[in-house]
């Protein structure tokens, strides 16, 4: 299986496996820190990638720039027309593996190839086929804890959300000792282990989401920042290593606590995720992950605990302890769960820009933008699609309308530009982890990726927020095209919510490529006619009450110039980049850099 070639990424190896979902729908993939050195999971905040990293250095990308006012403009109007199109009803909200996937696959390849772009895929087409097996769990018998006479049986859906990726008809626990293990994290290098030898194969974990918030021992209202980063999240605290530290350990079920603060949404974001999942079929057909895996609200979690006999709070409390040790709560847990089953291919779409220059043009810069979102879901005030129009319409719109720039800039680029819309971002990162373990060109001749997800659809901005703010040569690239339009750039202001860890493109990051990834800016810009926290306010508001919820529909008041401004941006890296005389590069001590020096043969 071509996965398992000397230095790839295994994506079939429970202990090589990393990898995450932009949007923290229900958790689909087992993911591994131990695919790296343990120092290179704090070094998204010590070197580089991480939120809230040092900014990249003031150097200016040196490429032949044409400046950004001087090449083609990208037409807000006819962004919003796509988006109109592909997040309408008829979509279905553009679920893989239905007739919304069938519409939206065949609207972009109308549009690349109405445009002229040429196919991206070897074989002639506009498609790369991503095979994926689709897991519909329905409560078999409910989530029931037993302490002796006593029961507590957790209602399904408004308690306890939960699955099985098992590729089976069925999964279940029955009478599984129950130990609450604090926040799941073994850590070495920073001597932290919740478990500390605590025998919890077959059992039931009980964990708390997040990293473990440590006080700072020089003021304790502030966080340590020599402990897993301080306010930046590392990938420890995200719930997909909850789930792969307990499959490592033999554990039969993970069961997270939610807290909205921490997790940063609501319960009713994993409540909206009940309905089929996807992943890559493994050999193993998923058997080594837990039997079960799900979340609890947290009265249920105080109340499992007061049946146990002892206090939620005061264990917490001990739980931001290196002293701390997992704690049998001498209860047991019974649960099982019916898969349907059903396999599919699902589709990237692959198109591009070929280069002009014989000597280069088999190497390429790559844009993504993931297509899919929720699909037909639980309704929501009636309406139970989800159209997913800002996540990710408008993001597959913007590329729509790059590409078409780039068939006008004058002069073409040297090298080829990819443009590759993602299948099952949703759903854990499938269609790009796929690409990226089965590239249709090397990555060895790709130089960057950019990333584009949940644009600005609500005023133009004057600064632009980057997740892993100093990471590679690309924020030069960026910093130069943004300064030309009058902007700053600024890092990540929520580093606490681990956004690097969850679109597309670190798929790519993994693998080496150097990898660019923009957010909305916060400040209105003064054209706007807004005041200047109208932008916030708005981006706010969607986080709240839109996110991942039906509500997510093209509104009377977007104003898509500034969707068009941040395409401008990403338009001009690109082509810059494709036309420089040097490979951009990761910043020194950059977790990924060691990878790309070993594949680039400059």
Same mark, same amino acid.
């Given at each position: ?88 009803? %008829? ?174 949404? %609501? ?50 409390? /001990? ?26 291919? &699902? ?64 002069? /073409? ?71 030309? /339009? ?33 957010? &909305? ?43 068009? /401004? ?37």
């Amino acid at each position: 299986m071509g996965f398992q070639a000397p230095g790839l990424w295994n994506p079939w190896n429970l202990r090589n496996r990393w990898n995450v979902g932009r949007g923290d729908r229900i958790p689909n993939m087992v993911n591994a820190r131990r695919a790296l050195p343990a120092v290179v999971v704090i070094a998204l905040l010590a070197g580089g990638c991480g939120r809230g990293a040092a900014p990249a250095s003031e150097t200016t990308a040196t490429s032949g720039d044409v400046p950004v006012a001087s090449l083609p403009q990208v037409d807000p109007a006819a962004i919003l027309q796509h988006v109109k199109v592909i997040s309408a009803d %008829p979509y279905q909200g553009r679920a893989p593996g239905g007739a919304g996937e069938n519409l939206t696959v065949d609207y972009l390849q109308t549009q690349f190839r109405d445009m002229g772009l040429k196919p991206g895929n070897p074989d002639g087409t506009y498609v790369q086929k991503v095979p994926l097996v689709g897991i519909t769990g329905a409560e078999a018998k409910p989530l029931t804890f037993t302490k002796g006479s006593k029961t507590l049986a957790l209602a399904w859906k408004d308690d306890v959300v939960a699955w099985s990726k098992h590729v089976a008809d069925s999964a279940a626990i029955a009478n599984s000792d129950v130990v609450f293990a604090g926040y799941g994290v073994e850590a070495p290098e920073y001597g932290w282990d919740d478990f500390k030898g605590v025998d919890v194969k077959g059992k039931t974990i009980v964990v708390l989401i997040n990293d473990p918030p440590v006080p700072d021992p020089a003021d304790p209202s502030k966080l340590d920042p020599k402990m897993f980063g301080g306010r930046a999240m590392t990938y420890y605290g995200r719930w997909t290593y909850k789930f792969e530290e307990g499959a490592r350990k033999g554990a039969a079920a993970v069961l997270i606590v939610h807290e909205t603060e921490p997790a940063a949404y %609501p319960f009713s974001v994993v409540q909206g995720n009940l309905g089929e999942k996807f992943d890559i079929i493994p050999p193993d057909r998923n058997m080594g992950r837990v039997n079960i895996e799900g979340w609890i609200t947290v009265d249920s979690a105080r109340k499992l605990f007061s049946m146990a006999g002892m206090d939620f709070d005061a264990l917490k409390k /001990q739980a931001l302890t290196r002293s701390f040790k997992a704690v049998p709560l001498g209860v047991t847990a019974s649960m099982a769960i019916h898969n349907t089953l059903r396999t599919i291919d &699902s589709h990237n779409v692959v198109a591009k820009v070929e280069g002009t220059d014989a000597s280069v043009k088999d190497e390429y810069v790559i844009y993504t933008a993931h297509w899919d979102h929720l699909g037909v879901g639980l309704p929501v005030n009636g309406d139970n699609i989800y159209n997913g129009a800002r996540d990710n319409a408008a993001g597959v719109a913007t590329m729509i309308e790059v590409a078409r720039a780039f068939t006008k800039v004058r002069p /073409q680029p040297r090298r080829s530009i990819l443009f590759v819309m993602v299948t099952a971002e949703e759903q854990g990162l499938l269609g790009s982890q796929y690409y990226a373990v089965m590239p249709l060109h090397p990555l060895a001749k790709t130089l960057a990726e950019i990333n584009v997800d949940e644009p600005n659809v609500y005023a133009p901005s004057k600064d632009v927020t980057v997740i892993g703010y100093g990471a590679s040569d690309l924020d030069d690239y960026l910093r130069q095209a943004a300064r030309e /339009q009058g902007r700053t750039l600024r890092a990540d202001p929520q580093p606490e919510k681990g956004f690097y860890y969850r679109s597309d493109h670190f798929n790519f990051a993994k693998q080496g490529v150097p990898s660019l990834y923009t957010e &909305s800016g916060v400040e209105t810009a003064p054209s706007a006619g807004k005041p200047p926290d109208y932008l916030k306010s708005k981006l706010d508001d969607y986080e709240e009450h839109h996110y991942h919820q039906p509500s997510d529909e093209v509104k009377p008041d977007w104003d898509l110039s500034g969707t068009a /401004q941040d395409a401008q941006l990403v338009l001009a890296v690109g082509y810059r980049v494709a036309n420089a005389q040097k490979y951009p590069e990761w910043k020194p001590g950059n977790e990924f850099k060691t990878k790309r020096d070993s594949m680039v043969h400059k």
